[in-house]
């Protein structure tokens, strides 16, 4: 885990000021304005439609924003061609269906973007590959491809195919809701190990026991808004919102 | 795959043989059958081969962000598709040398050019569904991985829409071997114009005209065997096993 993450720790790595953003005359995001530093994981929860994922997907421009700025490690968040493939080799991201390439085998959808944005002769691609799936507890299924995997297994490849840009910071997009729950843990044992090693990461999930144990900060959403930006220890024990008290009993963590 | 390739070639080779065995009026006209035969599959090989990258410009095209490209797209494959094949293959031969002078084409390439343009169009549209088919979130990955948009294209997209379309394109493949029957109004010798000329001279239109269908029919099915072979070989996911 130590070649990720060579910030040192408390930089701001990305920073948002002001961010706005509206599907037709539905606004998701309003006047979003936050920074997240370097080796922290941050977990964001809050209501569906309340705007969390729509701010991941905008910090790697999967969905533009209409106002405001964001900068990561330095890089000014736009359309820009260069600027854009920069950010994106810096910024991992895993989804919730966890969209790994079907037609190519575990291996090459690991090695695909290395070898393609970075260049990375195939040879090291493949053996770095191969580290990163020994790491997530794949490597005997190197040659499989993803129909052959359950869903915790697709999940754990997309996160090595992630690590495989060796980013700065890991967004993950509500990583277990798509899978059993028998396959949830396989998968946030991943993640914590990743954030054990120091890994800055930006978390959207309803798992509140992740949320407790791994987050350093807990961001909660609503209606657009940071309602909440606290730690763990505040969010959950003192908390003194009505609006998350009733958020947190719909998730059922008390 | 390649024991398909091998038994369209072999059957290729064998016909004119065979056929010399059967009684009058075939035999005597084997080898004019088999040259027939022989110029047809080159006509659908060519326009076939041709088509498919027409296809998939056209329906690059169809699904471009650019205004122009889509109007341009959506021109060619309405046209082609609201007019008879016949009057193609008639315009690219005698229309498009008055209009072009100096594009007097011989009949065999006119032929290939008209038949190309045709089942490209049909084409256009197979390999558009297969496009409209990879689910979002496949290009998302790819583009958050940093891949720059002709990588998505290329390394992600176009892989998977193409085995999207291939039953599709290879029922377009099959219907433009019959197809290319058409060319025999431009005067190419190729296998329903040898059928016809036999049927005339020999005054036998049974038997000659029962084999050149026969031919036909030979010549889908290896066909058909051939493109289930590539099928079954791009089934990564397995569905088909």
């Known amino acids: 885990m130590s070649a990720v993450a060579a910030a040192p720790k408390n930089e701001t790595l990305i920073d948002l000021q002001g961010v706005n953003k509206s599907f037709g005359t539905h606004q998701v995001l309003r006047d979003v304005s936050t920074a997240f530093r370097a080796r922290e994981v941050t977990v964001i929860v809050g209501a569906s439609g309340s705007g969390k994922s729509t701010m991941l997907r905008a910090i790697n421009r999967l969905e533009p924003h209409d106002s405001g700025r964001i900068v990561v490690d330095g890089i000014e968040v736009n359309d820009d061609a260069t600027s854009l493939q920069k950010l994106r080799s810096e910024v991992g991201m895993v989804f919730q269906q966890f969209n790994l390439f079907s037609h190519l085998t575990v291996l090459d959808n690991v090695t695909l973007a290395p070898r393609r944005v970075r260049q990375t002769a195939k040879a090291q691609a493949q053996q770095d590959a191969m580290e990163l799936l020994k790491r997530v507890g794949l490597q005997d299924h190197a040659h499989k491809h993803p129909y052959q995997l359950s869903g915790g297994q697709q999940q754990r490849v997309a996160i090595a195919r992630a690590l495989a840009m060796a980013p700065k910071v890991m967004l993950f997009d509500e990583p277990t809701s798509a899978l059993d729950p028998e396959m949830v843990k396989e998968v946030l044992d991943v993640m914590r190990a990743l954030a054990d090693g120091g890994m800055t990461m930006l978390v959207v999930t309803h798992e509140m026991g992740f949320a407790k144990d791994v987050g350093d900060r807990i961001l909660f959403f609503d209606q657009g808004r940071i309602a909440c930006d606290q730690t763990p220890d505040d969010f959950f024990n003192r908390q003194d919102s009505e609006r998350v008290r009733a958020f947190l009993g719909l998730v059922g963590s008390h | ?241």
């Open chain 2, 1 to 241: 795959m390649a024991a398909a390739a091998v038994l369209l070639l072999v059957t290729l080779t064998a016909l004119g043989p065979l056929l010399s065995w059967l009684p009058e009026p075939i035999g005597p006209n084997a080898s004019q059958f088999s040259e027939g035969a022989r110029t047809t599959l080159w006509l659908t090989l060519w326009s076939g081969t041709i088509g498919v990258v027409l296809g998939v410009v056209a329906a690059l095209g169809r699904t471009s962000r650019h205004w122009v490209l889509r109007q341009i797209a959506s021109f060619y494959i309405w046209v082609i598709r609201g007019t008879p094949l016949l009057v193609q293959v008639l315009f690219v031969y005698f229309a498009v040398p008055v209009l072009i002078p100096g594009a007097d084409l011989p009949d065999f390439a006119s032929a290939v050019i008209a038949l190309s343009l045709n089942v490209g169009a049909y084409n256009a549209e197979a390999v558009r569904a297969g496009l409209l088919a990879i689910p979002r979130g496949q290009t998302e990955a790819a583009r958050a991985l940093g891949l720059g948009r002709r990588h998505v294209f290329m390394d992600v997209v176009f892989p998977q829409a193409f085995k999207i379309s291939l039953p599709a394109l290879v029922s377009n493949f099959v219907a433009l071997m019959k197809d290319s029957s058409l060319a025999y109004a431009i005067g190419v010798v190729e296998l329903t114009n040898v059928g016809n000329r036999i049927q005339a001279q020999t005054f036998q239109p049974i038997p000659t005209l029962a084999t050149t269908a026969c031919i036909y029919l030979l010549l889908t099915t290896l066909m058909t065997q051939f493109s289930n072979a590539i099928e079954h070989k791009v089934d990564v996911e397995g569905r088909q096993k």
